[in-house]
Every structure is written in structure tokens, then in C-alpha cells.
């Protein structure tokens, strides 16, 4: 939007029921979204966790997207909604001012004569577009972005400065890929011969859905024979790395660091927390959740949260522990010959008894 709402405007985009405080005015023209304890009496805040409940009754935000059970306690004005931070969310795009630059081609992009770019596209300043690739309506290749040849970019999605998009790769409409992220690199394939190292050279691509948003300095590699392949509307965080021929699930994400490896399936409706991992060739279930810094060994055929992983503590104690994680094989084998020498105790036992 050109220009920011009224109260009463806002709280009819978000469908909220705006509850107004003595003397607030619902033509007041807030400049923006901040936290409950941050926000000034020109800003709207949300409260959307139990956690900063204890920051409502102070706030000096002029409105508060909360809940009904909670709108009783807001001292101003509230706008009333069922899901808080999904408002929230909705709200970001009411006073986003991310620039958005005028279509064209800048004069220093360059732009190979075979290419198809969409008059209403934007080509940013160095950015490269190879030959026989597509670029949607209302697309923006940012500053020194590359689209390698052959690839498609679908209308509405976003490349941000420095994104690099390889040969032969798809990327849906209304797509983000922030900067430094990079669509297409070969695939980790090297086959062993006398002590050295084979290229298998990596014949697929990337295939993006619509609604995808990849992070900066994500790497998403081309399959070695089919594509890897991201579903539709799929959140892919900051520094992920993803092998070739994954295959992602719609509206799955996949928070910083995580990693997935090759020809691995993740269902759809999966999250991935930060610095999660999945081994090669193994299928995780829809609906799963993976916490923070598990290790997936092997498949999971229902969904449900799964963690791996030792909790931190002090180094004294944590070395302790790790010594005896060593002897854990050696413990289970002594424990299991000691129930034996019972059971044995136990039917001699019985035996005398009868």
C-alpha cells in the first residue's frame, strides 16, 4: 500500500473487531508495528504468547491485536482477532516498505538477445540473463543477480542482489530468494577410482514451486539425474544446504543450518528446526516435526516431533557423560547377562519350590 490506514481501515483488513479506548479515535493513522514494551502511541503491538502477556497492561500502543480471552485486560485500543500473530503476519504487509524498483532493464544488466524478460519485469543493475531464459511479469532480478541459461522465473518472485540462479532451473511464481542464495550448483557426486575422485557430472535442475522463500546464502543443488524438487509455498531459511535430488513437501520449513542430504523426501506440512540434519535417502512422513539439532538416521513413517541429540550442560559433567556413552554397549551386554543369571535363579527357585 501507497498509504498506511486508518485504525478502523486496518481493523477491517485484518477482519478484526476493533474495540476502541476512551478518547482513542478509530481515523487515527498509526506509522507502524513494535513489540509491547517498544511501542509508542502512534504504533499498533500484538500480543500473541503467553510469555509478554505481563506487558499488556502497560503498553503504550495506540491499538493491540489479541485475542478475545485477553481483550478484557488491554487498557487500549484492541483489535480483536482469533489468531493474533497470523494478524500480526498480515499486518507486516500492510507497513512493509521493502523499495520496489521501477520496471525496466537497467543499462548496465546485460541481457542476452535469445532471452524472454516480461516488459513489466525489473532488471536490476549487473544482473546477467542468459540465453533462452524466461522472466515473468512483475519480476525482479536485484543487483548482480544471474539466471542461467534456460532457466524460468515466474511472475511475481523476487531475486534479491547477488542471488544465482544456474542453467535449467525452475523457480515458481511469487517466489523470494534472498541474496548470495544460489539455485542450481552440482550435486556432492564423485565416484571412487584408484585412490582419486570420479566427477558425476549433474544432468538434472532445480525445480521451485510457487510461494517458495529461500534464505541468503542457501544452496539448493541440481539433481544428478531428476530434479530437486521444492513444493509449493516451502520457507527454506538462511545458510541451508540442500542435495541433489531432495525432494521438499508443500508448506514444509526449514529453519538456519539445517541440512538435507542427497535424495532424501521430506513430506509435506514438515518443519525442520535450526541446525537439524537428514542423511541421504531416507523419507520423512508428513506432518513431522524435527527439533533442534536432531540427526534423522533413518526413515520416519508417522508424523510426530522427533529430536536427537544430548542436552548441554557444565564441561565437567558433560565429559563425565561422554566417557561413559563409550560404555553404554559394554553396560547393556553385563545387564543382559545378569537378567539371564536371574531368570535362571528364578526357574531353580521355582523348581525347588515345586
Not at 535449467?168 to 544460489?182: E, K, L
Not at 525432494?247 to 513430506?267: E, F, K, P
Request: net charge negative; with cysteine; hydrophobic share 40%.
Amino acid at each position: 500500500m501507497t498509504d498506511r490506514p486508518t485504525l478502523a481501515q486496518l481493523a477491517q483488513q485484518l477482519g478484526a473487531d476493533l474495540r476502541l479506548a476512551p478518547g482513542a479515535d478509530a481515523e487515527q493513522v498509526p506509522s507502524g508495528l513494535s513489540t509491547l514494551q517498544d511501542a509508542t502511541p502512534e504504533q499498533v503491538s500484538f500480543l500473541a504468547s503467553a510469555n509478554y502477556r505481563r506487558f499488556l497492561a502497560d503498553t503504550r500502543a495506540c491499538a493491540v491485536l489479541v485475542s478475545e480471552d485477553l481483550a478484557a485486560e488491554c487498557r487500549v485500543s484492541a483489535l480483536v482477532v482469533a489468531d493474533p500473530y497470523h494478524a500480526f503476519a498480515r499486518a507486516t504487509a500492510v507497513y512493509d516498505r521493502t523499495p520496489r524498483p521501477e520496471p525496466g532493464v537497467h543499462s548496465s544488466a546485460v541481457v542476452h538477445p535469445d532471452a524472454e524478460v516480461d516488459p513489466g519485469a525489473c532488471i536490476g543493475p549487473g544482473a546477467v540473463i542468459e540465453a533462452r531464459a524466461q522472466i515473468g511479469a512483475g519480476v525482479i532480478v536485484g543487483a548482480n543477480c544471474i539466471v542461467g541459461e534456460g532457466s524460468v522465473i515466474g511472475a511475481g518472485s523476487r531475486l534479491h542482489p547477488g542471488a544465482v540462479i544456474y542453467h535449467g532451473c525452475s523457480v515458481g511464481r511469487d517466489c523470494v530468494i534472498h541474496s548470495q542464495a544460489v539455485i542450481g550448483a552440482d550435486g556432492f557426486g564423485f565416484a571412487p577410482h584408484e585412490r582419486s575422485w570420479t566427477k558425476i557430472h549433474q544432468l538434472g535442475g532445480v525445480e521451485i514451486g510457487d510461494e517458495v522463500e529461500i534464505g541468503a546464502v542457501t544452496c539448493i543443488d541440481r539433481g544428478a539425474l531428476g530434479d530437486t524438487v521444492i513444493g509449493r509455498g516451502v520457507k527454506i531459511d538462511n545458510q541451508v544446504q540442500i542435495a541433489h535430488n531432495v525432494q521438499i513437501g508443500d508448506y514444509s520449513a526449514i529453519a538456519a543450518c539445517s541440512a538435507v542430504a542427497g535424495s532424501a523426501t521430506i513430506g509435506k506440512y514438515c518443519t525442520l528446526a535450526g541446525g537439524a540434519g537428514v542423511v541421504g535417502h531416507v523419507t520423512v512422513a508428513d506432518g513431522t516435526h524435527i527439533t533442534a539439532r536432531t540427526l534423522v538416521t533413518k526413515s520416519i513413517d508417522s508424523a510426530g516431533s522427533y529430536s536427537s541429540g544430548t542436552p548441554f550442560s557444565d564441561s565437567r559433567n558433560w565429559r563425565r557423560n561422554a566417557v561413559r556413552y563409550g560404555q553404554l554397549d559394554q553396560m547393556a551386554r553385563r545387564l543382559k547377562a545378569l537378567e539371564k543369571e536371574l531368570d535362571t535363579m528364578r526357574a531353580d527357585r521355582q523348581g525347588t519350590e515345586d
